[in-house]
Each structure stands twice: as C-alpha cells, then as structure tokens.
C-alpha cells in the first residue's frame, strides 16, 4: 500500500499550485431562467464588402472596418475586492471587447472578461452605456454571452460568423476592439500558426488556438478576429508578452468552438459536459518529489460526494489512522486510450456523452483495475471540483 507521509503531502501540494499557476501564467490574460437563441447564426458575407481578391489591400481594410465595426462593443465591468481582514472594500474596474451574435442582441465575449463582474456596462459606440447581464458562460473555452437589459436606441449589426476550420497559415486576419479603452480600433496582420494550445484561467486546455502577429493589447480580450470577407473567425483571447502588451504573437479562440456551445449558453447558462466528478493531479508533475507506481496518469486528489467516480468506487487521497495519507486511485486509461495527464483526461471525456459508461483502468495500492464509470453531468453553478 502507497503512503504519503504529511511532508511529502505539503511538497505536493506546493509542487501541484506552482505546476498549476505556471500553466495559467505563460500565457498573459488581456483583460433565473434562460431564454431561448432569438436567431441563427449569420454566416453570410456583409454586402458592401468588395471581393478581396478584386480589392487593394487598403480598400479591403477600409469595408471590412466599416462594415463589422457597428457589431462590435466595449465592455466595461465593476468588481468589489476586498482586503485580507474583509474591513475595507474597493470597487476594481476591467474592460474589454464583445461582438453582437443574433438579433436578441446577445453579445459575445471573453469569460475572463466578465469573470466575478458585479456590475457590467456595454457601449455600442453612441456615447450612452447600456447595463448587461451574463447568461451563460464557460470558464473551459473562456467564453461567455452577455445580454443587454434594455433594448438601445440605434440598431444592431449582427457579426457574421465563419469557418475556422478552414484556415490556412499565411492569410490575412483583422482585428477590431477596444485596446486600453480606444473606441473600435483596427489593426491586420495574418495568421502565423494553427492548433496551438492555449489554457484558460482555470487551467484548462484550450485545442486548436489561431495565432496571429494582428496587435492584440489589453482591452482587445472578447473582441472578433476577422477574414477579409469580414466574418468572424475567431475571438481574440490571449497574448504571449512578458511586458503585457502586443509583441506580435495574440491567440484566438476559433470561432467553430463558439458556434458549438454559445446555443447551450444562452440556452442553459452553461455548457453541458459529461464529468466523472474527481479533482486530478499530474503523476508525472510529482516526479521529482514522490515515488509513485506509475510514470503517468493522473492522481485522484478527491473524489466529489455523490458523483459518477464515488458511486463507482473510485478513491482520492484518505488519511490513515496513523496520520499519514494513502494514496488515490491513478487513472492510466479510459476505454484502452492512454491517459497521460489532464489533458488526455480531459480530451477523452469531450468525446463522450452525458449518460455513457465508460471503463476507467485504474492503479490502486500498485495494481491495475477497470471500474466502470457512468458518466453524468455536473452543472456549472454546483461545479466545486475540475473533472
């Protein structure tokens, strides 16, 4: 039987929040009842924007900006911080971009943008603020939709959408926010990478990230990524800087993962996704501090009460009756695929549906079992724990 003594539990805690905030931190952060989708998606091409390919390059960037700019908007959200005693309270303000999706006027942005917001506030660029609610929102993709709460004055452009899938490095992207409160302010570049993965603030792997040289600076976050027929095909999310600001390498979060969940989001609130109800850690993050029986796989830190892992067995970390700890069950696959870390874990549950079982291969006290797992759901507002 594998032990833990309490040192060796205090050197892996301490190694997994350095692992943990090491994944966050290399990627700089820019920063009631649901009603149903009011509209489809627009997937056309605005009108009045010429045939790239029979425009000059200064032509194309004059219609795109004229053409899409009305359909984007600055956020701006009110936070209350508090010190460490909780005596004095002090209201902390962030700000963003967002793009108008569907003639409810549904907006959509950046989770981190309006993460903990107490307030929020959308110009659509008339000069007057309009307040906004989140409803729906999902920490995993960094993705989230705010409504207005009354219906403004101007009319509304609607972003067109389109098809991240089918890019190709080299092409020419434009980009349109709100960089440190400047209205709508444009600038190009082209796509310098694709699949690149990027993580969200909770630590989770975001696949399949479009890289562009386009400026990207703070206040950007939320804002479309844009072709030059002006469809969206991304959501500008992320920076690669140690200063903060743009140094030519940004990310955005393709628009095809948008199109998949944002439907759930106004639906819902949150995105449904099948979970085993467990908090994991790296075995392989442990290395050099813990002799474990595997090289691999990812260590049950806890196991939620109730979930699909608890009433199937499974086990996170115990205390002993000599104080010492006994190790959790490692997962090392999930019906014969390889898991490798939380990634593989995470990745391999996408794949799966709410209500499937799946066997779980497992190392417990230094020998390998399959326990079925049926998987259920965990809603976002219950969701204490990350798998």
Sequence with gaps: MYKLSARQILIIALASALFAAFGVVGFQQLSGHFQPLGSAFSISSPANITDPSLASDEQNNIEVYK???????????????????????????????????DEQGDILTNFHVIADAEKLTVSLGSGKNYPARVIGKDPDTDLAVIRLLEPPKESMTMIPLGDSDKLMVGQKVLAIGNPFGLDRTLTTGVISGLQRPIRAQNGRQIEGAIQTDASINPGNSGGPLLDSHGRMIGINSQIESPSGASAGVGFAIPVNIAKRIVPQLVRSGYVQRPKLGVTTRDVESFSNQVRLPVSYGTLIWNVQPGGPAANAGLRG???????????????????????????????????????????????????????????????ERRRGIRE
Aim: no cysteine; net charge negative.
């Design 317 to 379: 970390l115990a205390q002993t009756e000599d104080g010492d700890v006994e190790l959790g069950d490692i997962i090392v696959a999930i019906d014969g695929q390889k898991i490798g870390n939380n990634d593989d874990l995470y990745r391999t549950l996408d794949k799966h549906q709410v209500g499937d079982t799946v066997n779980v291969e497992i190392v417990r006290n230094g020998r390998r079992m399959k326990v079925p797992v049926r998987l259920t759901e965990i809603p």
């Design 67 to 101: 053409a899409i700019a009305p359909s984007v908007v600055y956020i701006q959200s009110t936070t209350t911080v508090r010190d460490f005693f909780g005596l004095f309270a002090e209201a902390r303000e962030g700000a963003g971009s967002g793009s108008i999706i």
